[in-house]
């Protein structure tokens, strides 16, 4: 299996323009996750899907940011407008399981680095 | 609120030692500890689970410890090795689920 996979991999970018950050999920997964990554932060959740849907939003930190599912295989991540201090690395995770479980191994993607100028 | 602490500091240990790494929660009932590995630009990867009735998990060189009176979570590596040198990151899951991290604790070990 090719793993979460995710693109770009690195994007620099001018504050106020919009970035899309996409992912495709380990086939047969039903849950994605988003996650950002700093320094002062650690690892944050932002939002996470259960096929496809999305089930809770409320890490996501203003309205500038949305994330889509439109099917099992792709997900999106956008910011728009964006601001320096999105400058993070934005991980895409998924997970098995007909039910959440606590002893769901969660597989992450190689992150995507996003830095606004 | 909830806060899940680990060592900001590197840790820093010679090849062929035990690397102990710390994970201290508060404010928090989990029911169930993990424990990541982060390489530098890498995702994390799943190392180790250990439910709240445990005390300890082993697999191969590695040894998580849970302590839910201390709340504290203890992670060794023994006969460490260079290629042991990351980022750690423990995880804690209660009712929702969705794991909580840490921000990690950086292990170096020198050859």
């Known amino acids: 299996d090719a793993g979460v996979i995710q693109s770009p991999r690195h994007e620099v970018t001018e504050m106020g323009q919009e970035v899309t950050l996409r992912c495709k999920p380990i086939?047969?997964?039903?849950?994605l996750f988003w996650y950002r990554q700093t320094m002062m932060r650690g690892l944050e959740l932002l939002i996470y899907?259960?096929?496809?849907?999305?089930?809770?939003d409320s890490g996501m930190p203003e309205d500038r940011f949305s994330a889509k599912m439109p099917n099992a295989s792709f997900s999106t991540l956008k910011i728009q407008p964006s601001e320096p201090r999105d400058s993070a690395v934005y991980f895409c995770?998924?997970?098995?399981?007909?039910?959440?479980?606590?002893?769901?191994?969660?597989?992450f993607g190689e992150g995507s680095w996003l830095t606004v100028v | 609120s909830q806060k899940i602490e680990q060592n900001s500091e590197a840790l820093n240990i010679q090849e062929g030692k035990t690397a102990t790494l710390t994970c201290n929660y508060t404010?928090?009932?989990?029911?169930?500890l993990q424990w990541y590995r982060q390489d530098p630009g890498r995702g994390p990867v799943f190392l180790l689970l250990?439910?709240?009735?445990?005390k300890e998990k082993r697999k191969e060189r590695l040894k998580v410890t849970f302590d839910t009176t201390l709340k504290q979570s203890l992670f060794h590596i023994t006969a460490s090795q260079p290629a042991d040198s990351a980022t750690y990151l423990c995880?804690?899951?209660?009712?929702?689920?969705?794991?909580?991290f840490g921000r990690g604790t950086s292990l170096i070990v020198h050859p």
């Open positions: 404010n928090y009932s989990p029911a169930y």
């Open positions: 899907f259960n096929n496809n849907v999305p089930i809770d």
């Open positions: 995770a998924s997970s098995l399981r007909g039910g959440l479980s606590p002893t769901n191994t969660i597989y």
């Open positions: 086939s047969g997964h039903d849950y």
């Open positions: 995880a804690l899951t209660g009712g929702s689920y969705i794991p909580t």
């Open positions: 250990i439910r709240e009735n445990e």
